[in-house]
């Protein structure tokens, strides 16, 4: 089974800090990764994708892939309230996307 | 750039009766995709079409779900009879092609089933 792992959360920081997301994946096949926000009753926007190992910087959000760890994460610095939502990591292999349950952040002012 | 449109936006429906839903893609965007997000988990991922051939609808339930894209543009997902468990989101995505696959999604259909 393949599997996409979150932790549900809610994961709450300051206005201001930085705020860290993880996920980790089963299926070692995993060619690309993405990290989207959906805000309450909103669909899934995407903010981040990262095709190979280390870090991509997207101004306020670095995504992080380690592949033989099978591990995803995103670092959001300077964290905003607008930030607070549910963040959906998913892994594409072979015509197969595969999201996790998502963990809920709220950044408190 | 105009987004993923999809209508309608809410459905409510009784258990055994069908359902259909509607996605326009992005412009350009040969890939398109049909999830289902029930409340608290991710996206399920039900089918997905390149052009107007299927290329993958291994988690679609084939005995009541069916969708088309016939012309390789708008796309149709039916539910036929539905059943209390169907109630969820159903979330339009498109990509521009299978490999260039950063997917956009659509505002959804969220469908309750009485």
């Known amino acids: 089974q393949k599997e996409v792992e979150q932790n549900s959360g809610p994961l709450s920081v300051p206005e201001g800090a930085i705020a860290s997301l993880n996920c980790t994946y089963s299926?070692?096949?995993?060619?690309?990764f993405f990290w989207y926000r959906q805000y309450s009753g909103k669909s899934p926007e995407l903010i981040m994708s990262?095709?190979?190992?280390g870090d991509k910087e997207d101004g306020r959000f670095t995504a992080q892939l380690n592949k033989a760890s099978q591990y995803v994460s995103l670092l959001i610095r300077d964290s905003q309230p607008s930030d607070s939502a549910t963040y959906l990591c998913a892994a594409y292999n072979n015509n197969d996307m595969r999201f996790g349950a998502g963990t809920r952040l709220t950044v408190k002012p | 750039e105009a987004g993923v449109a999809q209508s309608p936006r809410y459905k409510i429906i009784e258990k055994r009766q069908s359902v259909a839903f509607w996605c326009n893609p992005i412009?350009?965007?040969?890939?398109l995709y049909w999830y289902q997000q029930i409340l608290g988990q991710g996206p399920k991922l039900l089918i997905q079409?390149?052009?107007?051939?299927?290329?993958?609808d291994s988690q679609l339930p084939k005995d009541r779900f069916s969708a088309e894209r016939l012309k390789g543009v708008d796309s149709t997902l039916k539910i036929q009879p539905a059943k209390l468990e169907d109630s969820a989101v159903y979330l339009c995505?498109?990509?521009?092609?299978?490999?260039?696959?950063?997917?956009?999604f659509g505002p959804g259909t969220r469908l309750t089933v009485l």
């Open positions: 412009s350009g965007h040969a890939t």
């Open positions: 990262i095709y190979s190992n």
């Open positions: 079409f390149q052009n107007n051939g299927v290329v993958d």
């Open positions: 995505a498109s990509s521009l092609t299978l490999t260039a696959n950063e997917q956009f």
């Open positions: 299926d070692r096949g995993s060619q690309s």
